[in-house]
């Protein structure tokens, strides 16, 4: 009983994580129409800022730091390399994201080494809730999370901007002629994805305290397959999706003879739900223009 | 002043070595209706594209009151007082149709709202949020669609859709409407009643608009004057009368 009640916690706190990547993915596809593959290598970025500016003692000043670093990469990175190639084709900017993937994971181990270096942002201690050995990070994790989708929330649904973004998301050219300055818009997606991703890099930390080249790669993939199961391009689908994905995984770390298989486990599951349901939990159809 | 709302001069496209349209010159007056008519491929919508600015001209330019649009983008030109409709239909089709045209007012400086104060629904967001939708009520009203407000815009049958697209289009404020084959798939009941909206918007918002459009009858009852289009160089102009009975004009539709 206390195990499950751990380990639910764990994975609702990992689902967090999962869904504040997920949000990145999701919203920069809805909206630029581009999977961005180097999205989880912002995460990395985000390990190394904090990893850095820890040399100051400072956990907040180091957050903030991440936080501004993740924002200004994902922006320049959106004007350099995708924001050239808008209207080619789809292939071509998938691969130049995954070039900028590389390009980021080997900059990294250029400057800091190959090696993974340690970084303990902050001690949380535990506490004990019904039983349950909770560990307080995972708890705090949870409620930032719970407070930036729900901010997310109220921003799409209630803002000017949240509101344009939807419109870009369904025609980006119907969009700018209603005077949506769309490459604003953009932008901003790249902004808040990053910034998402930052937070997400500072709890990874928390749980995992290492950071090296490739930190970014696995959460980025699971926080894609994430995306892909609440069904891409739909912003509850991915907070959804982020969560289920984050409950599987910590629900079979927990059980000793199936914990080797966890993440065949998780993959597997986005297969199946791929073959179920094509379109995620919450994805639309694609409606065919004629 | 030329005492045109919307003018172009010497405009002109060419994709590669094919050229679209040349020597466009085009006067539209104030608060009128007016026509840009043409056989199929004529480079009627061509001519809409360059003036909202999704083509850029290759030559000439166009100006709306007097300013210089040649170069803009077309978010820039919308919010200066360009809005069009389209060929094949571009509602925002998952939104509901009362955020369609929320969408078309949110750019208007009245409607202005801090990102802070709308994410709290503070008083003000409130307030305004108010308005908007008061004022998107009374645009759907025009055009019979209030009962509708609440629907997805993809729900709606064709007819209410091509209304709703110019609703949404009229919602951003413009100085002159552009609507792209506005009676297309119309029945003639139909027909008529777009007709008669359209002249209550001219009338109600002393609106200039300009219409491309297949439907001769629909034109020759609701256009002042007309231009004719035909493989992108402009073939005649003038008031609709004159126009539609020009020997050169149906020779060029009729073909021979």
């Given at each position: 009983m206390e195990e499950i009640l751990s380990a639910l916690i764990g994975g609702l706190s990992l689902g967090g994580i999962y869904a504040m990547i997920a949000l990145g993915y999701t919203m920069v596809y809805g909206i630029?129409?581009?999977?961005?593959?180097a999205h989880g290598d912002i995460i990395m970025v985000g390990g190394y800022t904090i990893y850095v500016v820890m040399a100051t003692g400072s956990p907040l000043l180091a957050i903030a730091a991440a936080v501004v670093v993740c924002v200004a990469l994902g922006v320049v990175v959106e004007k350099l390399a995708y924001k050239p190639l808008r209207g080619a084709s789809p292939l071509a900017v998938l691969i130049t994201a995954i070039g900028v993937s590389y390009l980021l994971q080997s900059l990294a181990q250029i400057v800091f080494g190959s090696a993974p270096k340690m970084v303990t942002v902050y001690q949380f201690g535990t506490v004990t809730f019904l039983g349950a050995t909770v560990q307080v990070s995972a708890l705090v994790t949870l409620a930032v999370a719970a407070a930036v989708m729900a901010g997310l929330t109220l921003f799409i649904k209630y803002t000017r901007v949240g509101r344009a973004m939807l419109a870009v998301s369904e025609d980006r050219g119907a969009a700018q002629l209603m005077g949506i300055d769309v490459n604003g818009i953009i932008t901003l997606t790249f902004a808040i994805g990053s910034a998402l991703a930052a937070l997400a890099g500072l709890f990874y930390l928390l749980k995992a305290p290492t950071v090296s080249g490739t930190m970014g790669a696995m959460p980025g993939i699971k926080a894609f397959t994430a995306a892909v199961i609440g069904g891409i391009g739909s912003i509850p689908g991915a907070m959804l999706g982020g969560i289920a994905l984050g409950l599987v995984e910590s629900v079979s770390y927990s059980f000793a003879p199936i914990a080797p298989y966890t993440d065949a486990i998780e993959f597997s599951l986005l297969i199946v739900i791929l073959l179920v349901r094509?379109?995620?939990?919450l994805g639309r159809k694609r409606r065919e223009k004629v | 002043m030329s005492g045109y709302i919307l003018e172009t001069k010497k405009l002109g496209i060419s994709f590669g070595g094919l050229?679209?349209?040349?020597d466009v010159d085009l006067r539209i007056p104030k608060e009128g209706i007016y026509g840009l008519i043409g056989p199929n491929g004529a480079g009627k919508t061509t001519i809409f594209n360059l003036l909202t600015g999704v083509y850029q001209p290759t030559t000439g330019q166009v100006l709306l009151d007097g300013q210089d649009l040649t170069g803009l983008g077309p978010d820039k030109i919308c919010r200066l007082g360009l809005a069009r409709t389209f060929q094949n239909i571009r509602l925002?089709?998952?939104?509901?149709v009362v955020r369609n045209v929320m969408v078309g007012l949110?750019?208007?400086?009245?409607?202005a709202c801090s990102v802070i104060e709308s994410v709290l629904r503070l008083p003000r967001h409130r307030r305004v949020e108010g308005q908007m939708r008061q004022r998107a009520k009374d645009l759907l009203r025009i055009f019979g669609l209030e009962e509708d407000r609440?629907?997805?815009?993809?729900?709606?049958?064709y007819g209410k859709q091509r209304k709703l697209e110019i609703a949404r289009a009229l919602a951003t404020d413009p100085k002159v409407l552009l609507l792209d084959e506005?009676?297309?798939?119309?029945?003639p009941h139909e027909t008529e009643d777009l007709a008669n909206t359209i002249r209550q918007i001219r009338d109600d918002f002393g609106m200039t608009i300009l219409l491309i459009e297949h439907d001769m009858r629909f034109v020759a009852d609701l256009c002042d004057q007309v231009t004719v289009l035909n493989f992108g160089t402009i073939l005649a102009q003038g008031s609709t009368q004159t126009v539609l009975q020009d020997p050169a004009v149906i020779k060029a539709y009729i073909g021979g």
């Open positions: 630029a129409k581009m999977l961005n593959f094509p379109t995620g939990f | 050229t679209a349209a040349q925002f089709n998952n939104m509901t949110q750019n208007r400086p009245e409607y609440n629907a997805l815009a993809c729900s709606l049958p506005p009676a297309a798939g119309m029945n």
